[in-house]
């Protein structure tokens, strides 16, 4: 079973539209979690941070729940340019020592 | 400021041939970290540099990757002998002391090839 999992996708959606991804990690012992996205040939940015409370930026809302360790990124009134592959990543500890994990990302197309 | 920067951004070799990727972090990150993404797979762990000290290295595929990082600056890594396998994006990441995963800055990735 992988660390981290998410459905590839692609995500086809109008733009406008309200789209979630989901993503589950297996180490329950995770302690920080993100939302990267990576552009094709590019490398990844980090989009926001997960906070067990859920966390909002613009038109992106995070959730996690730790207790069936599954996260979540919302996006509100889609636009051409969120077309990307959203990576989930969780980190085992808060601390640089701790090494991060990927999720294989999943694609979203955002068509006109 | 200048961003993470990896050199060169394309490599093709033939199997067998060595290739020394090159990753200049953000000036003052102690942490600089390498991560690779092979062809249909998620990116990959590799190793964690603190300073010019290897903090972590459980990543390493095996012993024909070597990484360094002398006098806790720019980073090496270097593949001898390549082979096939080794193919697909070399990422390097920095952050500063105490930041973490919260500050993360990925350079633009080596694409390597071989063939």
């Known amino acids: 079973r992988k660390e981290v999992e998410q459905d590839p996708g692609p995500f086809n959606v109008p733009e406008g539209a309200t789209v979630a991804f989901n993503c589950t990690y297996s180490n329950s012992a995770s302690q920080s979690f993100f939302w990267y996205r990576q552009d094709c040939r590019k490398e990844p940015k980090l989009l926001m941070s997960v906070y067990s409370s859920g966390n909002e930026d613009g038109r992106f809302t995070a959730q996690l729940n730790r207790a069936s360790q599954y996260i979540s990124l919302l996006i509100r009134d889609s636009k051409l340019s969120d077309s990307a592959t959203y990576l989930c990543v969780v980190n085992e500890g808060y601390s640089s020592a701790s090494k991060i994990i990927f999720g294989s990302g999943t694609r979203l197309s955002i068509r006109p | 400021e200048a961003g993470v920067t990896q050199f060169p951004s394309h490599s093709v070799i033939e199997k067998g041939q060595t290739v020394t990727l090159r990753c200049d972090p953000i000036s003052g990150h102690d942490n600089l970290y390498w991560y690779r993404r092979v062809m249909g797979k998620e990116i990959k762990f590799l190793l964690h540099f603190v300073k010019e000290s290897k903090q972590d290295e459980s990543g390493m595929p095996n012993n024909r990757f070597l990484a360094e990082r002398t006098g806790g600056t720019y980073s090496t890594l270097k593949v001898q002998p390549a082979e096939l396998e080794d193919s697909g994006v070399y990422f390097c990441?920095?952050?500063?002391?105490?930041?973490?995963?919260?500050?993360?800055?990925f350079g633009s990735g080596t694409r390597l090839t071989v063939v």
């Open positions: 990441a920095s952050s500063q002391e105490g930041r973490g995963p919260y500050g993360y800055t």
